[in-house]
């Protein structure tokens, strides 16, 4: 492997270079060293610094506003889909989709920051694909939370190289009933906390999701049964019943008033919230995000998934995600990215941002 990255080669180029640097989850070492030493050597200009496995750099050049991009350098395990492999308009290979394709792009983006329109942050970040806690940006939010804030974050995960606003916000609700054991030879001496559920499987069936539109953004909200689990033997008269429901809800809402409307969905039935994420408003009206949308061309559309873009929206800026690859195929054995999008983001960031 090179000692350092030429940030100023293509990015395509760029992108299958970094993912034949292995990342997986916990093991960023050499690639965060690798993309440490790069900055250092080709953008100098860039004021840089470690966070474990995690490289930020930043431009301080006094503008108005300040932009920050963000990408993970982890993957998933990869699944007989190393190293990169480039097919005709297509790289194949693991992060190709999630997310070494808009590394690249901040990367090249990165050396080429000395006179940019705007103030610049990139934060390169660890351990992404697994649980929140050991979230590279957990510990970055903790330890440095300053190099965060600006008037716009960039999230460049794959989003098909469409500007994808704010996100939807999650919650997962456990309904209980209770009823009384019996021998179910002589039922009528019980209650059965299984039947009781049914009227909330009612509700669920007939509920009608809302599409608030936001920003020009159109979310889909859901409420949906994912597990149920009740019954003590094959004799007798179950006396619990528990329903667990995960709600996606567009940012409008508050967690607290996404809570508020599951206890009026489910009046009358024992709820209990075990856990929940806030949705991030879209945010376009901000000038910085106006800016992106029109140098991206085309409309924007509602993220509907839950990212990292919620924890810049929490700090109070806009979010969006905007990078190459389409996201169905990240975690896949097939994720490939068509090398125009590549291009493409390229393209729009530089205009946006250095032009
Ligand atoms: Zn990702």
Known sequence: MADTLDLFADPIDLTAALVDVRSVSGEEAEIADLV??????????????????????RTNLGKERRVVLA??????????????????????????VDMKGGDAVMLAIAALSENARHDLTFVFYDCEEIEAERNGLTRIQRELEQWLHGDLAIVCEP????????????????????GKRAHTARAWMGENAIHGMGEALRRLAAYE????????????????????????????????????????????????????????????????????????????GAPAAQELVEAAGGTPVAKL????????????????????????????????????QITGCSAVLKRFLLD
């Not at 998933?76 to 290979?93: D, I, K, T």
């Not at 528990?242 to 409307?261: G, I, K, M, S």
């Not at 990212?307 to 975690?331: Q, S, Y």
């Open 305 to 340: 998934g839950w990212t990292d873009v919620a924890r810049f929206a929490a700090l109070g800026m806009p979010a969006v995600n905007f990078g190459p690859g389409d996201p169905t195929l990240a975690h896949t054995r097939e994720e490939n990215v068509p090398v125009q």
């Open 209 to 284: 999701p809302r599409q608030p539109e936001i920003d020009g953004c159109r979310y889909h909200e859901g409420l949906q049964a994912v597990k149920i689990t009740g019954g003590v033997a094959g004799n007798v008269v179950p006396d619990g019943c528990v329903l667990t429901v995960n709600h996606r809800f567009a940012p409008d809402r508050t967690v607290e008033q996404a809570e508020q409307h599951l206890r009026e969905v489910f009046e009358g039935f024992d709820v209990q919230v075990t856990d929940f994420a806030a949705g991030a408003l879209p945010g376009l």
């Open 159 to 178: 989003s098909n190289g469409v500007v994808e606003a704010g996100c939807q916000g999650t919650m997962r609700i456990e309904v209980t009933t209770t």
């Open 71 to 96: 990408g993970h350098l982890d993957t998933v395990p990869v699944n007989e889909n190393f190293p990169s492999r480039r097919e005709g308009g297509v790289l194949h290979g693991c992060g190709t």
């Open 36 to 57: 440490e030493r790069s900055l250092r050597l080709h953008a100098p200009h860039l004021e840089i610094t470690r966070s474990g496995n995690a490289v930020l750099a």
